[in-house]
């Protein structure tokens, strides 16, 4: 903050005159509310992490926060019991494959939306639109069912196919195509390619910035998802992350390992998101995906 | 390299046997000779329709298997008894009855309803105050973004243990809560476990709104806020009448997204309360897994989808309203 004060001195008067900038005052009074929020705001993963490491404690608020005599005996027991690594492989089984086939089904339905004029676009297209609005738990019990009933229960596939049907991901891709002007294909349609080979070399490289922005919020709502392999994976070497530890929070775990489990199965997605980060605002701020 | 030739080719293509040779050359083989330049286009139409069909197929299969219908299945189910016996029994309208008769229902919707009252304009108010706070770029304003969207990254689940602690009559919020008079843990209240559990839900969505209210402060016109500045209005002033009334349409779309997604609150109350205490925090969505998947009653589950569906389209035509109303 005091670093700070010297800067708001500079900004002004390198560039022209401009009356909306804050003065030093502001701009200090800016930085303290903004950084009150901040620690509030990140204060849950400090406490997280410090009390992983502090197995064994009768936590006692504001001792138990302090960073000393830490220890990752909780964390040995949480990757010592093997559990959390199956969990783990779990999620990235379910997250990594509904990524590609997410990204690859929705990019084919959204260039022929886009492209290509057939009977029923129209029709097919809207309906696709309108269940955006039916919420996801009405879906629930019908789709529980029928999977059930054709032994989807506790298996990958039954885990993942129905989260494959996601409109607005077609929905997205279209709105990106539909921007890609015309004569790429008819040039490449010109030269003799197919229109798997069109797809393939010209529509998808293309799509690459709006893939990525799609990818990494497919990931993210597959490795944060909870009632839906909540529900079919019922034992415990099919649960993901989620559930699993969801699962050691109704159990009699000490909190430090509660908790070092979360740090474990937060990890993978904070790293995801530092090397994304720039996609995921975007994806936010100009499609509007929901977070 | 690669551009020029692609440019070139167009125009060069309807001149040269080439291009005539793309024209024909799919339905060529069959129709070749006859000339009918009508037919084979309709032809070639036919192989674009069969191609996109292909490309199209694929998603709207898994699209009708698994969103259309179990939508419609959802609400015709609602009309059933149907459970893990597997006996499929008419009930017409008795399923809803039983919900309006059942005092758990109303609780539930009650609960549901006082989290979305409280969470939505909490949550929205943040997002406006934080977007303010790092509108126009500073040193740090990247941080502060990022540091305000780790929340919205982190599943609830997760989060879930150490706000669990942080409520508990161990943790910071009963410290500070207590000159206040509300130490203790808020989630053993029965009063106090909603805000407790807005508090944590307001932490995890405000950052999307912060982005979303962010891109929409960029459409504020500089030279009005300047303008008003001249004359001497304040920072409040210039807020409540030159930068409000830009971004009302945006925190109206927020609003609806916010009221549709916590009238679907399920992962927080789950990992945090499990409805409790007495059913203080027993959200609908929750009911309706309880109804599913715990005593699986499969018919009356359905019902209460259906309600959450009502109420989700009421925000829906609300909002339809309200839009065409500024139009």
Redesign the interface.
């Known amino acids: 903050m005091t670093t700070a004060t010297p800067r708001a001195e500079r900004i002004p008067r390198t560039r022209s005159f401009r009356a909306l900038e804050p003065t030093r005052g502001g701009l200090v009074l800016r930085y303290i509310w903004l950084s009150i929020a901040a620690v509030a705001c990140f204060f849950p993963f400090y406490a997280m992490v410090v009390l992983s490491l502090k197995p064994g404690l009768a936590v006692q608020f504001p001792q138990s926060l302090l960073p000393w005599n830490l220890s990752t005996a909780s964390y040995e027991q949480v990757l010592g019991g093997q559990n959390v690594l199956v969990w783990l492989g779990n999620t990235l089984i379910y997250a990594l494959v509904s990524v590609v086939a997410v990204l690859l089904l929705s990019a084919m339905a959204g260039y022929a939306f886009a492209k290509k004029r057939f009977r029923g676009k129209e029709t097919m297209f809207w309906s696709f639109l309108a269940m955006v609005m039916v919420p996801f738990h009405v879906t629930l019990i019908p789709t529980f069912i029928v999977l059930a009933k054709l032994g989807g229960v506790d298996t990958y596939w039954g885990l993942i196919l129905p989260t494959l049907a996601n409109a607005q991901a077609v929905f997205l891709m279209r709105q990106f195509i539909q921007g890609l002007p015309d004569e790429l294909f008819e040039a490449a349609r010109i030269d003799g390619a197919g229109e798997f080979r069109i797809f393939l070399t010209i529509v998808l490289p293309l799509c690459k910035p709006v893939l990525a922005t799609l990818g990494i919020f497919i990931f993210l709502w597959h490795w944060n998802d909870f009632l839906w392999p909540l529900i079919m994976a019922k034992s415990s070497d099919m649960w993901t992350l989620t559930v699993g530890i969801a699962s050691l929070q109704q159990q009699n775990v000490p909190l430090s390992v509660m908790l070092a489990g979360s740090v474990v199965a937060l990890v993978p997605i904070f790293l995801a998101y530092s090397v994304a980060q720039r996609y995921v605002q975007e994806g936010v701020t100009s499609a509007g995906i929901k977070g | 390299m690669t551009t020029t030739p692609?440019?070139a080719?167009?125009p060069a293509?309807g001149g040269r046997p080439?291009?005539g040779s793309?024209d024909s050359r799919p339905p060529g083989r069959s129709r070749d000779g006859q000339g009918r330049p009508g037919l084979s286009k309709r032809l070639l139409?036919r192989r674009?329709?069969r191609?996109?069909?292909i490309?199209?197929l694929?998603?709207?299969l898994?699209?009708l298997?698994?969103?259309?219908?179990?939508?419609i299945?959802?609400?015709g189910?609602s009309f059933f008894d149907?459970d893990i016996s597997g006996e499929l029994d008419w009930e017409g309208l008795k399923n809803f009855e039983r919900m309006f008769a059942d005092p758990t229902f109303w609780q539930a919707l009650g609960v549901t309803l006082a989290y979305s009252v409280l969470a939505v304009p909490i949550s929205l108010a943040l997002s406006v105050a934080?977007a303010l706070?790092?509108r126009r770029a500073?040193?740090?304003s990247r941080f502060?973004?990022?540091?305000?969207?780790?929340?919205?990254?982190?599943?609830l689940?997760?989060?879930?243990?150490?706000?669990?602690?942080?409520f508990s009559t161990?943790?910071?919020w009963s410290?500070i809560m207590a000159p206040l008079g509300l130490g203790g843990s808020w989630l053993n209240s029965t009063v106090l476990v909603i805000p407790a559990l807005v508090v944590v839900g307001v932490?995890s969505?405000f950052?999307?709104g912060m982005?979303?209210v962010?891109?929409a402060l960029q459409d504020v016109p500089?030279e009005h806020?300047?303008a008003a500045?001249?004359d001497g209005a304040g920072a409040w002033s210039r807020f409540r009448y030159i930068v409000l009334p830009h971004l009302k349409p945006t925190l109206f779309?927020l609003a609806v997204?916010e009221t549709?997604?916590s009238?679907?609150v399920?992962?927080l109350v789950?990992?945090m309360t499990q409805g409790g205490p007495a059913h203080a925090s027993y959200s609908l969505?929750y009911m309706?897994?309880d109804q599913?998947?715990k005593y699986t009653d499969?018919g009356y589950?359905?019902a209460i989808?259906?309600a959450?569906?009502v109420m989700?389209?009421v925000v829906?035509l609300i909002q339809r309203r309200v839009l065409g109303r500024q139009k």
């Open positions: 692609t440019q080719r167009p293509a080439r291009g793309r139409g674009e329709a191609i996109a069909l490309f199209v694929p998603a709207f898994l699209f298997a698994f969103r259309f219908g179990p939508a299945a959802g609400v189910l149907y934080m706070g790092v500073f040193r740090g502060f973004r990022s540091v305000f969207f780790l929340p919205v990254i982190t599943s689940v997760l989060a879930g243990a150490i706000f669990k602690w942080i161990d943790g910071p410290a932490w969505r950052g999307y982005l979303i962010i891109a500089r806020e300047e500045l001249m779309f997204i549709t997604a009238f679907q399920f992962d789950y990992v969505v309706l897994y599913g998947f499969y589950a359905a989808g259906v959450l569906f989700t389209l829906a």
